[in-house]
């Protein structure tokens, strides 16, 4: 063996020791997690975690400054009660918002479409049935035209829907001719428009049908978002939409039968609203709205999209409507109720976007 041959050789065996050695004292990198970068986490994949510890500490503190006023089965049924509409309209909004887009046009709708079924039913002598089926029908358009002006036009779902705000109000002004139907009139016309309105008794709580409907709703709402392949899509939309489009997702198509699905529940919530006040006003939730969207942004949805409960919403309402109940009980004035619930706001959007810095 010639001498290049054996330094070659050599070289061999010490780059074979070396690399063993290597991989004997291989690297480590461990990275400890701390307990609020676990909480953070926890909160990432749980949404609904946080609203409802504030939920349960609200209750908690208000029934020690109140007492059992506000403990009473009673109460907390009339708390469920006054939360029925904005969380009917937090439903719509929720879908929408899961998208990354927003709705301000979910209270016109309501309106709209409860406006509708009642001049079918009391000035045109249609069947209560099939009025409730054509007001259904106008919300289902409602949602086609905001889901067609995104999608088609390729308008910012904000601007889009703050145009159609406004002119579904003002059809709605043009239509009612700016009248109330009053409820001795449906009552005697078309009592299955205020149906929902009635109540039950169960252990001292009285539950009305509508605030019963809502809550299967929310089941159902549920199961579409969380054990369907539409739902799946719902949340790779609003998540990431380019790479939704990669992934063969429709996204466009999606969007569509979101808003088109949020018109319809906005509908449904008018049904629930004709039970809730008796009569048809055209002045009616005007601000249900903004209502939805704080129950929404409480519950912990990520208003960037691609992130959120449904139930976060039904818990969001709930919270709401536990401290404006709790204040109220209190004595506290209206002006630091509406105060009170700005912070909420103002905080849990905070959260949100702590939690999402601490994932990303």
Known sequence: MSSTEQKNSTAVLDHDKVADQAQVYEARFEHKETLVQRFKKFLHHYPVAAPSIVLLLAIFCFSLIVGGRFLSAFNLSLVL???????MVGIAQTLIILTAGIDLSVGAIMVLA??????????YGLDPWLALCVGIAVGAVAGFINGSLITRLKLPPFIATLGTWNVFFALNLWYSN??????????NTAPLLQWLGNTIDVFGAQLTYGSLLMLAMFVVIWYALNWTAWGRHVYATGDDP???????????????SVYILAGIVCALGAWVLIGRIGSISPQAGYTTNLDSITAVVIG???LFGGRGSIFGTLIGALVVGIFRNGLALAGVDVLWQEFTVGILIIVAVGVDQWIRKGTA
């Open 300 to 302: 912990g949805c990520s």
């Open 242 to 256: 380019a790479a939704a489009k990669l992934a063969g997702i429709r996204t466009d198509r999606i969007l569509l």
């Open 114 to 123: 409860s406006v509708v079924m009642g001049r079918m039913a009391i000035d």
């Open 178 to 187: 700016s009248e109330t139907i009053r409820a001795e009139d449906i009552s």
């Open 81 to 87: 009660q006054q939360v029925t509409i904005i969380g």
